[in-house]
């Protein structure tokens, strides 16, 4: 099946600091990619659409200015968690579909963050 | 605004027996309808997907019924095995590409 890889796959910073986080689809064109994030034991919360070429959508509630989304080609889209707190520690993951086909989302492994 | 519930939250079962794992949603106007397995700490592997023509899908032990009127999705693992322990997520797709989850429903699976 298709592959989305997602990088760094954890990742511990200081308050205050940026953290970026990659999503590549490997073996597939996306024009959408999807980020959520997940608490321990809880589903996944989708935070953003992020669109090839253009801004990203926001859900409700979710800063825009806090976690930018940057989707710069048809196989990669990153998200950047500026100026960290322990807080925003969670899990992210990201996922995209197939532009050439329908249906299926394939995730990324996932990126854990722990802001210190 | 589309909730999705998933029953039971957790879920034992000896090894050998079927595994049964229910997910509901109260929007029946859905693209279609995806399960996931995720592993502790890792991301989501998907199992299923049902489109919301469809009746069901199937998959090797895996076999998923899709009732979209009643808003039910139902998940069969048979003759399940310790491997099989993970949490199963349902999800489902309404306009815009978005994806609601359940909660999911975490298996153990005791050999």
């Known amino acids: 099946g298709a592959v989305v890889s997602q990088h760094p796959s954890w990742v511990i910073c200081k308050s205050g600091t940026s953290v970026k986080i990659e999503c590549r689809s490997l073996d597939f064109q996306a024009t959408t990619m999807f980020w959520y994030r997940q608490f321990p034991k809880q589903s996944l919360m989708l935070m953003a659409t992020s669109n090839e070429g253009s801004k990203a959508t926001y859900e409700q509630g979710v800063e825009k200015d806090k976690f930018l989304i940057n989707h710069a080609s048809l196989t990669l889209s990153t998200l950047t968690v500026t100026s960290a707190h322990p807080e925003d520690s969670s899990f992210y993951i990201c996922?995209?579909?197939?532009?050439?086909?329908?249906?299926?989302?394939?995730f990324g492994e996932g990126s854990r963050l722990t802001v210190l | 605004k589309q909730e999705v519930t998933q029953i039971p939250a957790a879920l034992s079962v000896p090894e050998g027996e079927n595994l049964v794992l229910n997910c509901s949603f109260t929007d029946s106007a859905i693209y279609n309808l995806q399960w996931f397995r995720q592993d502790p700490g890792k991301g989501l592997t998907s199992l299923l997907l049902?489109?919301?023509?469809?009746r069901e899908q199937t998959s090797g032990r895996l076999n998923a019924s899709l009732d979209k009127s009643s808003g039910r999705s139902t998940l069969y693992i048979a003759a399940s095995q310790p491997g099989d322990s993970a949490t199963y997520l349902c999800a489902v797709e309404a306009a815009g590409n978005k994806l609601t989850f359940g909660g999911g429903t975490r298996v153990l699976v005791k050999p």
């Open positions: 996922s995209a579909r197939d532009a050439m086909a329908t249906g299926e989302l394939f």
């Open positions: 049902i489109q919301s023509s469809q």
